[in-house]
């Protein structure tokens, strides 16, 4: 973006519908030969400061690239010199590469200074340092407050504004109190964009995650719906209360249709515009720099009319806000403490707090009571004109009576014209850019237009000009506009000061505003819109089982009526599947729907399962697609082993990994010997793990591993024809030479299909006898397993102590019989 696009952003300046998609991040980054990393966020939407330091384990720097996917940013600062370990590409490097349409700003190393980055921190932050925990932090993580005093001192200058003091929102190591999905996994398991943008043979336009659940109205609330997706929390107290949260909206009807309906009335922008605050222009640089004054003085009256408007919609809100909001987050479980420490007992008291009631009576001191927010450019203008009460200053009313008397003229010419010209249909559109104009039906036009009409341009059907008294008429109106807003800001000065004294709480009902705006026209509505499909409340534990039973894919089930539900049991005694399949059997769509319903339940929603259970997860790691990577001169086996080794690089005990047939993009041999060693690794740890492959050998690990679990997707086999179930049973199914089958509907010649049905059948019949053999091998050793996983599943049970006592008497009586 230009640097007028973002003193606009920053200036709350026009309010255009930008759907939330607009970045508003500023990104510093810096790095030291010791693989560290130091990131610091600037959100200038909401003013808040998000500050990380790790140590990169990926040459390729792929945990830097999940976090600049995270946040999106519209400007990069990095340091002039490459100070990357041996064989790290480097964050410069890393910018050049992946985010080339991103502007890169290169500021001297003497920018990126900790100790000035800590002085920053303790006069901005809206807490105290102590309370931030500022001493062990600065002792321990200050790359990331040399990243900090880089992208502040940038903002500040390219800006030409002054961060007030205890005015942002500051949070350490945020972004790691969530769950960390990779970029790469966020393309496969389609969270933001889809893959394609229409389904063969369907007339829907098949959706992301995000774009299903994008039905927030405010533009802070799809922002953060999309954080959410990207980082779920991993807070399972926070989780919960969102879910009790939606417990009370399903439940009563009249909350949340309040709700839905009160919450229509704060302006969409509220979260920029309160934010906007945060912000005091440097009125020498702007003079230097030779900014438009007028245009910043009605971003500022725009945002105090747009103050009133969330202000006198907060009894309302306070009416229907029942529930307690107090330890609910936004991006971060620090939100809990921040409304404990401005004494809120829930949204209502938050609503009510004395300081809003205080600016509320600050701004009605001087602001005119009719004054309503308007996003009818002509209407806003004139709002904005006349915001100020009458009698307050004498040059303003002059100037409002010369912008009454040129609107009128104007009027007066375009009725004038209509009877003139014989054009009754003549129109008088205004916008920002041009102001009045006119517009006529290229219908109403016979031959040419008269020659007063100038500037002619067809528009569609109709046709836009002007003429030169409207122009000469246009530029006094702009003028006495621009005379009243300059008036009028030198007026609100004070008042301007006086709300800054308090953004703090202002930046805190931003928050509340987004998060009910997430939570109840997110969530509660996507799920109150689904009467076919059942959505259900998911259980979180710190230790137990992943049990989805009959989940579904969250979007392919809005475009398939009849879509096939699949369950799914992981746990310490489980903790591998392999799924096994024909082609276009289900085996990819289960993959990514076990993620997706793992994700919508970490960001505290309803999932489409009829029954859940799960441990929280602290990364997802997923290994699917097949294609060659140009750029990096990587083939798609190459692609395969890259993506692999940062999942074995960084997994831990807690992490879900989904890979959907690795090793299939090399020789037989070598991809079967890769997957098999891959899955050894893997077992070794206590991290779930689902994994699709077409190789029947794999299947083996079950008689070796009681660990893992073979399961299949049932195909019916008619007339040599796959009949696909898409329903997952347990057990392997040999479904002889469906590879030739599929291949035979392609339409390759029979001769060929022949000859390829006589050799896999001599492969195969081998492999067969060799597989039983192991089963019968290892089959008591199974069935001891099997005693041992359902006794772990019966310690995190919530039965009675005399339904566990009867399980286990059970248990034992099959395990004696023979029937386990």
């Known amino acids: 973006y230009q640097s007028l696009d973002f003193q606009i952003s920053i200036s709350g300046a026009e309010m255009e519908d930008d759907g939330g998609e607009r970045s508003s991040f500023v990104v510093g980054l810096i790095e030291n030969r010791a693989k560290e990393v130091g990131m610091a966020a600037f959100d200038l939407r909401s003013a808040s400061l998000h500050l990380s330091q790790y140590i990169e384990t990926s040459s390729s720097y792929q945990n830097t690239n999940t976090l600049l996917r995270f946040y999106d940013p519209c400007v990069i600062i990095v340091p002039p010199n490459k100070l990357a370990a041996d064989g790290m590409v480097g964050v410069s490097g890393l910018v050049d590469r992946c985010y080339s349409t991103v502007r890169k700003v290169v500021f001297a190393r003497g920018c990126f200074d900790d100790t000035k980055g800590a002085v920053l921190i303790q006069n ?73 943008n229409s389904l063969l043979g369907t007339s829907n336009k098949k959706r992301s995650l995000f774009q299903m659940f994008k039905t927030t109205k405010t533009v802070g609330g799809t922002r953060l719906l999309r954080a959410n997706l990207l980082q779920p929390l991993k807070d399972i107290k926070t989780i919960n209360t969102r879910l009790n949260c939606l417990d009370e909206l399903m439940s009563n009807e009249e909350l949340f249709y309040g709700l839905s309906q009160v919450l229509r009335k704060f302006p969409k922008e509220t979260d920029r515009v309160l934010c906007h605050f945060c ?295 489980s903790n591998m599947l392999v799924v096994m399949g024909p082609n276009m059997s289900g085996k990819s769509t289960y993959l990514q729907q076990v993620c997706l319903v793992v994700i919508l339940a970490q960001i505290g929603c309803y999932v489409p399962a009829r029954f859940a259970t799960m441990r929280v997860v602290d990364r997802i790691f997923t290994r ?78 079950a008689t070796i591993y009681p660990n893992v679990k073979v399961l299949h997707f049932y195909v019916d086999i008619r007339d040599n024809r796959l009949d696909f179930k898409f329903q997952l049973r347990d057990g392997t199914l040999h479904v002889p030479h469906y590879g030739l089958l599929l291949a035979e509907v392609a339409g390759l010649p029979n001769t060929v299909i022949e000859t390829a049905r006589t050799i896999t059948s001599r492969i195969t019949d081998k492999e067969l006898k060799r597989i039983e053999l192991n089963c019968e091998k290892h089959q008591e050793m199974h069935r001891i397993y099997k005693v041992a996983q359902k006794l772990i599943c019966l310690k995190y049970s919530k039965q009675n102590e005399d339904s566990i006592r009867q399980a286990l008497q059970n248990l034992k009586d099959s395990f004696t019989e023979g029937r386990l």
């Open 124 to 196: 901005l932050a809206a807490e105290e340092p102590l309370a931030l925990g500022l001493d062990t932090y600065y002792k321990q993580h200050y790359l990331s407050l040399a990243a900090a005093a880089a992208t502040v001192k940038w903002i500040e200058a390219e800006k030409g504004v002054i961060v007030t003091n205890h005015s942002l929102t500051v949070t350490f190591n945020g972004s790691f109190s969530h769950m960390n999905i990779d970029a790469t996994s966020v393309e496969n398991l389609e969270i933001i964009d889809p893959f394609h």
């Open 624 to 701: 699917m697609g097949t294609m060659d990577n140009l750029e990096s001169n990587s083939s798609t086996f190459m692609t395969e082993m890259r993506e692999t080794a940062f999942i074995m690089q960084n997994v831990s005990n807690r992490s879900l990994i989904v890979m959907d047939e690795l090793g299939r993009a090399t020789s037989s041999s070598d991809g079967l010997a890769m997957a098999w060693s891959c899955c050894e690794h893997l077992l070794s740890l206590k991290a779930y793990t689902v994994f699709a492959t077409h190789m029947d050998s794999l299947a083996e690990l």
């Open 279 to 573: 912000y005091k222009p440097k009125k020498v640089t702007e003079a230097v720099l030779g900014f438009d004054n007028t245009r910043r003085s009605q971003n500022m009256i725009s945002s105090i009319i747009l103050l009133k408007t969330a202000l006198d919609a907060l009894p309302l809100l306070a009416m229907f806000c029942l529930l307690d909001f107090a330890t609910m987050s936004m991006t971060t479980p620090d939100l809990s403490r921040t409304l404990s420490n401005a004494g809120s007992k829930g949204c209502k008291t938050v609503c009510e707090n004395d300081r809003y009631a205080s600016i509320r009576k600050r701004v009605g001191e001087v602001i005119d009571d009719d004054v309503l927010h308007a996003r009818v450019p002509f209407v806003a203008r004139s709002q904005q004109c006349f915001a100020l009460k009458a009698g307050i200053d004498g040059f303003l009313d002059m100037a409002r009576r010369t912008f009454c008397d040129t609107s009128e003229a104007i009027h007066n010419l375009a009725r004038k014209y209509r009877e003139e010209f014989n054009l009754p249909n003549l129109k008088l559109p205004f916008n920002n850019r041009q102001g009045f104009f006119f517009r006529i039906s290229q219908k109403e036009v016979q031959g040419k237009l008269p020659s007063k009409f100038t500037q002619v341009v067809k528009h569609g059907k109709n046709i836009h000009c002007s003429s030169l008294e409207l122009a000469s008429l246009n530029v006094r109106n702009k003028s006495a506009a621009g005379e009243c807003f300059v008036r009028t800001e030198i007026c609100l000065e004070a008042l301007m000061d006086a709300i800054r004294e308090d953004v703090s709480a202002l930046t805190l009902l931003a928050e509340v505003l987004c998060l009910l705006d997430m939570i109840v026209n997110s969530f509660a509505h996507s799920i109150s819109t689904k009467p076919g499909y059942r959505y259900s409340r998911p259980e979180l534990t710190d230790s137990g089982p992943l049990a989805i039973d009959a989940g579904r894919h969250p979007i392919l089930e809005s475009i398939h009526n009849d879509f096939v539900p699949n369950s799914i049991f992981m746990s310490e005694a």
